[in-house]
């Protein structure tokens, strides 16, 4: 049987604390996804004609995969945290821009010069990828995320 020894420890608060700030970051991305939806639920017949309509199935399957995926990328933030034995919220910011400059930078050049996607979109993609990376790691910082020894 597999062990998960090897998985570095986080505080369970700091874990629960990054999956709502990630959340609700990745959910004001998202907003107007869930515009359409409640649009659709004001025209709808009944609940149940809504609960049946593919709106419904997007928002929360977009929904429950932001939540997931919040959660998953606030432990890895936060064992790297760790792992790298960040204390100040300058090291903080660091790392949080070496992640964004890791996942996000390289998508937004491509956005940018090759799909000719508008600035202000990336511009809004961006502001919300800080804040996801470098936003999330000071938080973290600021709350803490080694477990207790005791």
Request: hydrophobic share 45%; no cysteine; aromatic share 10%.
């Amino acid at each position: 049987m597999a062990s998960i020894n090897y998985l570095p420890p986080v505080k369970p608060s700091a874990i629960a604390l990054g999956t709502l700030y990630t959340h609700a970051t990745s959910l004001a991305v998202m907003t107007p996804l869930f515009g359409e939806t409640y649009h659709k639920v004001k025209t709808s017949n009944s609940k149940e004609e809504f609960l049946r309509s593919k709106e419904a199935a997007s928002a929360a399957t977009a929904y429950g995969s932001s939540l997931i995926g919040s959660a998953i990328q606030t432990y890895g933030v936060a064992a790297l945290l760790n792992a790298a034995g960040t204390l100040t919220y300058k090291g903080a910011a660091y790392m949080g821009g070496l992640i964004f400059a890791a996942t996000t930078v390289p998508s937004l050049v491509t956005q940018l010069f090759q799909e000719k996607r508008p600035v202000d979109f990336l511009a809004v993609k961006a502001t919300a990828a800080m804040l996801e990376t470098v936003g999330l790691s000071v938080l973290l910082t600021w709350w803490g995320t080694r477990p207790s020894p005791y």
